[in-house]
């Protein structure tokens, strides 16, 4: 993995709907649940606004949909499971991201994950996209006792990288991202891009509509 120095400027990216986009594979893993409970799957834009606080959620506002009680414990550690290794079937970066991570490292950037999906989905995602070295560190929602929009779950990620919170940057799509930046006293950046409606931009210093972008705006807020 990359790693920092005292003067290293941090984006600290979200992952789903950020980074990448997973659409494909999370409505994959919840259709194999429905299928397994006797029930319809989903259509991607139906799976949309369920993405964002996480995986117990995304799962519970499936079955909601569908009229069908919470999962059980052992049904949710199933879906994990079956998500974990199927994450990478059809999920992709979306364009420009290898440029922009590029563009910027020259500059003296470095990067971190700061992501609501479980950890070890997240490891396995990034390492079969190839993007492995890129991150100094990868902060999962059950890396830490808390996840975002908890500030302490971008600033852990942040300490865990060595980067210092005065010199990062967050971007993300979903409110979330925008309120742990806000907490955490860093600017942000929200993705027009991603799964998010415009109006969780609310409080974000920026805005950007292309992956691209992030290499002109984040400068702009770190000089």
Same mark, same amino acid.
């Given at each position: 993995?990359?790693?920092?120095?005292?003067?290293?400027?941090?984006?600290?990216?979200?992952?789903?709907?950020?980074?990448?986009?997973?659409?494909?594979?999370?409505?994959?893993?919840?259709? @194999?649940?429905? %299928? =397994? #409970?006797?029930? /319809?799957?989903?259509?991607?834009? $139906?799976?949309?606004?369920? !993405?964002? +606080?996480? &995986?117990?959620?995304?799962?519970? @506002?499936?079955? %909601? =949909? #569908?009229?069908? /009680?919470?999962?059980?414990?052992? $049904?949710?550690?199933?879906? !994990?499971? +079956?998500? &974990?290794?199927?994450?990478?079937?059809?999920?992709?970066?979306?364009?420009?991201?290898?440029?922009?991570?590029?563009?910027?490292?020259?500059?003296?950037?470095?990067?971190?994950?700061?992501?609501?999906?479980?950890?070890?989905?997240?490891?396995?995602?990034?390492?079969?996209?190839?993007?492995?070295?890129?991150?100094?560190?990868?902060?999962?929602?059950?890396?830490?006792?808390?996840?975002?929009?908890?500030?302490?779950?971008?600033?852990?990620?942040?300490?865990?990288?060595?980067?210092?919170?005065?010199?990062?940057?967050?971007?993300?799509?979903?409110?979330?991202?925008?309120?742990?930046?806000?907490?955490?006293?860093?600017?942000?950046?929200?993705?027009?891009?991603?799964?998010?409606?415009?109006?969780?931009?609310?409080?974000?210093?920026?805005?950007?509509?292309?992956?691209?972008?992030?290499?002109?705006?984040?400068?702009?807020?770190?000089?």
């Amino acid at each position: 993995m990359a790693s920092f120095t005292n003067s290293t400027r941090t984006l600290v990216l979200d992952l789903d709907g950020t980074l990448v986009d997973s659409l494909p594979d999370l409505a994959a893993s919840l259709d @194999r649940l429905m %299928a =397994a #409970r006797g029930l /319809p799957g989903f259509t991607l834009d $139906e799976v949309r606004p369920m !993405v964002g +606080d996480g &995986t117990q959620k995304l799962v519970e @506002r499936a079955l %909601a =949909a #569908r009229h069908a /009680p919470a999962p059980s414990p052992e $049904e949710f550690d199933a879906f !994990v499971v +079956d998500y &974990t290794a199927h994450a990478a079937d059809a999920t992709t970066l979306y364009p420009g991201v290898e440029e922009t991570l590029t563009s910027l490292a020259g500059a003296g950037w470095c990067f971190a994950i700061c992501t609501n999906k479980p950890v070890a989905a997240a490891q396995m995602l990034i390492a079969a996209l190839g993007l492995a070295d890129r991150f100094a560190a990868i902060g999962g929602g059950d890396s830490f006792p808390v996840r975002k929009p908890d500030p302490a779950h971008l600033l852990s990620t942040i300490a865990r990288a060595g980067g210092d919170p005065v010199r990062a940057v967050m971007a993300g799509d979903h409110a979330n991202d925008i309120a742990a930046a806000q907490g955490a006293g860093l600017p942000s950046i929200f993705a027009l891009w991603g799964y998010g409606p415009e109006t969780m931009a609310r409080g974000a210093a920026a805005t950007a509509r292309r992956f691209t972008d992030l290499a002109v705006i984040a400068p702009r807020l770190l000089p």
